[in-house]
Structures are given as C-alpha cells and as structure tokens.
C-alpha cells in the first residue's frame, strides 16, 4: 500500500490523512507522558491520602511496589510499541493481540477515559486558581470562568504542531519537578526532621500495612497506582516521533522508573521532613489549621521560606494546567485514530494541512470538555469534590480496564498468533505480560473495593451511582458495534482491520525530530 508525504511532514494513505512526522523527539515524548501523570498534582493530590488514610509510615514503600508492577506491565506494552505505531495506541494493540472486536471495545473505552480526565483536570486547576487569586491577589471569581478559561488556552495550543504542546509542558513539568526536587534534597542534606530519614518508609512489608488494617493499605496502594495514571501516552505520539520504533519503547520506561524513583524519594524526604507521627496527624486532618498541602507547604518553608510556599502553591496551578492539556491531546488522538478508519465519524480523522494535527478530532474534544464543565457548573456542584473526583475515578476504573486487557493482547499477539517471532520471549511478551495483567486486574479490584473512600462527599451523588455501568455499557457498546459492523457491512468490519494493521505498521524516520 503506497504512502504519499507531503512536504509538511503529513502523509496521506489510499485517503486516510496522518499526523505529522518527525514532529517530536524522545524528550518531547517523555514530557508529555510524565505531564499526564502530573507530578505535583499525584503528590499533593494523592500522597496525602496515602499517608492519613492509607499506608502511613509506608507510602514509600506503596510507590516501590507499584513502580516494580508497572515496570513489568511496561516490558509488555514496549515489546508491542516496537512493531506497532498508532495513534491509538491500546486500541491498536488490543486489535492485533486480541481481536478487532475487543479492540473496538477497548478502543471506546479509552476514549471515554482520555475525554473525562481533561475535564476532570481541569476542574482542580479551576479550584485551585480560584482560591490562590482570591488569597493573593483578592480577586473572587467563579471556577467556572477559570475552566473555560484553561479549555480556551489548551484548545488553541492544541490547534498547532504538537511541538509547541511539549514545550509548553516541558518548561511546566521542569518547574514543577523542581520545587518538588528542592525541597527533598534539602530535607535529605538537613538529615531529616524529628526522626531522622526513617528506613520504615521503604521497606516492602509496609506497602501491604495500614494505618487502619489491611483496608487501608489497599486504598493506598490504588491511590500509588492512580499517581501514574497516562503514562502510557507514549505510544499515541509514534506516528509524530522520529523512529517510534526506538523513542516509544524508551520513553515508556523512562517514564515509569522515572516517575516512580521520584515519587519514592519525594513521599520519603517528605515524611522525613515532617515527623512520621506528625505527617500522619496533618495528612489525616488530626491538626488545627492544616490539610494535606501543609506536608509540602511545612518543609518548604522551613528550608527556603515563605516565598518558595508561594511558588509551589502556583506551580500547582501551572502543573494540572499541564496534566489536563496533556490528556487533552490524548483524547484527540483517540477520537482521530477511530475517525480516520470511519467510525463515529470521518471528519475526526482529519488533520491540519499544514500542522498536522489532529484538528476535528481536537476540537471536538474541546467541545465535549466544555460541555462536562458547564453541566457540572450548571447543576451547582463543586470543582474539587464533584468534577475533578468523579470524572477522575470513571477515567481511571476505564484505563486500569484497557491496561489490564493490553497486558493480555501481548501474549496473544506474540505467542497465540505467533507474530514476530524474533522478538518472542519467555518472559518479555509471556510472564511479564502475565503478571503484570494479573497486577492490573488486582488494581481494578482495589479500585472498586475503594470506590466510596476514593470519591470522598461526592459519594452520594447519582454520577458516581453510575460510574461502574457507564465503564460495562461503554465497552459492550463497542463489542456491539463491532460485532455489528461485522454483519451488516462486512467491507467497513474489515477496512477497520486493515486500516489499524496498515496504519501501525513500522516506518522509518526522516528529517531530525524536534525536541
């Protein structure tokens, strides 16, 4: 099947219009697979509960057990990313390794996912803009005006090369990593706080103990999972990278040991910093006048001063800015993988004629994020409590699902169908795949034992009700219409086919890839 280039690095195939090339390199990649995981945001978001109401001294020790789980679930996913490059990147692979029909479903899937996590985002970068101004700059306005206002920005961003997009989030995560790295090394240098640098943080044994039982130590463990949450968007971005074949694959790893060595180092220091016994108080609401921000906000100022407490309060802000456009590019490119094969609808698979992205397909994207917003502004309900927690946990139950389903593509892809046989390994594409998709599986248990305690207030609202029969009524619709288009209109069951099996095929680089 021929392939035409065209001079702006886009490439059309029998009709089909494709991102374009060489448009980031393996740093770019990196940025903005750690950007979806927002460093800043799962520390100040997640290591809190983890600490008051889950694993306590061991939240340590949580992260190292899932930086081992999701480096082995990693081994798989870079074994497929070596001989597949989509935009679509699980719903590619699903597709070769268990069936166009699962593919389809977790394809869907994974859209639901991608679009509910940019407004999710988006709802903590409104609460959190929103008190910072009013605190510091005395100006009260409604979070509605300050998510619309994050929806317009990454909405236009995303209208241009995706070059531009790792930029922005390149220079965001730096600074995000910055601070975060600052004031751990300075708890380290200093030796710690009351009880020294304690080594009860990193021991394994104390990733499966709790401050309350065994229960907590569950509900910590999936919140250490949820700390990574997009990571693997490194392989979307294949088809705009130079030699995916290579930049996917390290990427990934990158991503997951680097991400999960800093998250370790960070939760230990600031435990260190604050006290065991006093990390645990604060982090459970035990304090006067503190919430889970005063474990960062007590060392910061203690080390550097008040000012570098004023900084990271912004640097929050800037960083889930970056996590929610992020996910905003993920979610596009689900849209135009699925458009471009005539499913939903063609005009998503349409590109820029001059930037190559994915242009329909962004801002149709932006259009839905924006209506989430508004229908959560309109029914009164609250950034923080509502939008951001709900529209999160349906996300991650959605993507822990398609996770675990990849795992097991693996080994059907390699070993069932007996595809690349060069690559075929005992344990690359068989146990790693096995264990880390019984490890994901264990994840989605946690998750669901965990639902009520992960979504706080918001518990009792009818969307979080919903949340587990929106996840099963999403993929059995795309098991249905697969199915569906494989009777009633054969020819475009088995374009679907071709066009994900000719459409992640390898290809070489070209020109230099930007950064």
């Given amino acids: 099947m021929s392939v035409e280039t065209a001079r702006d690095g886009t490439a059309a195939e029998n009709g089909v219009n494709r991102l374009k090339a060489n448009s980031v390199g393996l740093v770019g990649v990196v940025f903005m697979a750690i950007a979806t995981a927002a460093p800043i945001t799962a520390m100040t978001g997640n290591l809190p509960i983890i600490v008051g109401q889950g694993n306590g001294v061991g939240a340590p020790a949580a992260y190292i057990f899932a930086t081992v789980v999701l480096t082995v679930f990693s081994v798989g996913y870079v074994a497929m990313a070596r001989h597949i490059t989509a935009a679509g990147a699980f719903y590619g692979f699903i597709s070769h390794g268990l069936g166009r029909v699962a593919g389809m479903a977790s394809g869907l899937l994974a859209v639901l996912a991608y679009i509910v996590f940019e407004a999710s985002i988006i709802g903590f970068f409104?609460?959190?803009?929103?008190?910072?101004?009013?605190?510091?700059?005395?100006?009260?306005?409604?979070?509605?005006?300050?998510?619309?206002?994050?929806l317009l920005v990454i909405g236009v961003l995303a209208f241009f090369d995706i070059h531009l997009t790792a930029k922005v989030l390149g220079v965001a995560l730096v600074l995000e990593i910055?601070?975060?790295?600052?004031?751990?090394?300075?708890?380290?240098?200093?030796?710690?706080?009351?009880?020294?640098?304690?080594?009860?943080?990193?021991?394994?044994?104390?990733?499966?103990?709790?401050?309350?039982?065994?229960?907590?130590?569950?509900?910590?463990?999936?919140?250490?999972?949820?700390?990574?949450?997009?990571?693997?968007?490194?392989?979307?971005?294949?088809?705009?990278?130079?030699?995916?074949?290579?930049?996917?694959?390290?990427?990934?790893?990158?991503?997951?040991?680097?991400?999960?060595?800093?998250?370790?180092?960070?939760?230990?220091?600031?435990?260190?910093?604050?006290?065991?016994?006093?990390?645990?108080?604060?982090?459970?609401?035990?304090?006067?006048?503190?919430?889970?921000?005063n474990l960062f906000f007590d060392p910061l100022g203690a080390h550097f001063g008040s000012w570098a407490v004023t900084v990271f309060q912004w640097l929050v802000v800037t960083g889930s800015f970056a996590c929610a456009m992020a996910f905003h590019?993920?979610?596009?490119?689900?849209?135009?993988?699925?458009?471009?094969?005539?499913?939903?609808?063609?005009?998503?698979?349409?590109?820029?004629?001059k930037h190559g992205s994915p242009v329909v397909a962004s801002a149709v994207q932006s259009v839905i994020a924006t209506g989430l917003v508004l229908a959560f502004l309109v029914a009164g309900m609250d950034p923080y409590v509502h939008l951001?927690?709900?529209?999160?946990?349906?996300?991650?139950?959605?993507?822990?699902?398609?996770?675990?389903?990849?795992?097991?593509?693996?080994?059907?892809?390699?070993?069932?169908?007996?595809?690349?046989?060069?690559?075929?390994?005992?344990?690359?594409?068989?146990?790693?795949?096995?264990?880390?998709?019984?490890?994901?599986?264990?994840?989605?248990?946690?998750?669901?034992?965990?639902?009520?305690?992960?979504?706080?207030?918001?518990?009792?609202?009818?969307?979080?009700?919903?949340?587990?029969?929106?996840?099963?009524?999403?993929?059995?619709g795309g098991i249905a219409l697969a199915l569906y288009m494989?009777?009633?209109?054969?020819?475009?069951?088995?374009?679907?086919?071709?066009?994900?099996?000719?459409?992640?095929?390898?290809?070489?680089?070209?020109?230099?890839?930007?950064?």
């Avoid at 509900?219 to 074949?245: C, Q």
């Fill in 329 to 353: 590019q993920c979610a596009a490119r689900y849209l135009y993988a699925i458009g471009r094969e005539g499913f939903i609808h063609p005009a998503l698979g349409r590109t820029h004629p």
């Fill in 178 to 293: 910055t601070v975060l790295g600052a004031a751990s090394v300075a708890v380290a240098l200093s030796g710690g706080g009351p009880d020294g640098i304690p080594l009860a943080a990193v021991d394994p044994l104390n990733a499966f103990k709790g401050v309350g039982g065994t229960a907590a130590a569950g509900l910590g463990l999936f919140f250490a999972f949820w700390s990574w949450v997009g990571f693997e968007s490194t392989a979307m971005y294949g088809e705009e990278s130079r030699d995916p074949k290579r930049v996917v694959p390290r990427a990934t790893l990158i991503s997951v040991i680097g991400v999960g060595l800093f998250y370790v180092f960070v939760s230990w220091m600031i435990i260190s910093g604050n006290g065991v016994q006093n990390a645990i108080a604060i982090a459970s609401g035990q304090v006067p006048g503190k919430d889970g921000n």
């Fill in 126 to 150: 409104a609460y959190s803009l929103q008190g910072l101004v009013a605190s510091q700059l005395g100006l009260h306005l409604g979070w509605g005006w300050y998510a619309l206002f994050g």
């Fill in 486 to 515: 494989k009777r009633r209109s054969p020819d475009r069951y088995a374009r679907m086919g071709r066009i994900i099996l000719d459409d992640a095929a390898e290809r070489p680089a070209a020109e230099p890839a930007h950064v």
């Fill in 388 to 476: 951001y927690s709900l529209l999160a946990l349906l996300g991650t139950m959605a993507i822990l699902i398609v996770q675990t389903l990849c795992s097991f593509a693996v080994i059907g892809y390699f070993h069932v169908q007996g595809r690349h046989p060069e690559t075929r390994h005992w344990f690359r594409t068989l146990t790693a795949p096995l264990v880390g998709g019984v490890a994901m599986a264990g994840v989605v248990v946690l998750l669901v034992l965990n639902l009520n305690t992960a979504a706080g207030p918001a518990a009792s609202t009818l969307l979080f009700k919903l949340i587990p029969y929106l996840v099963i009524g999403t993929f059995l």
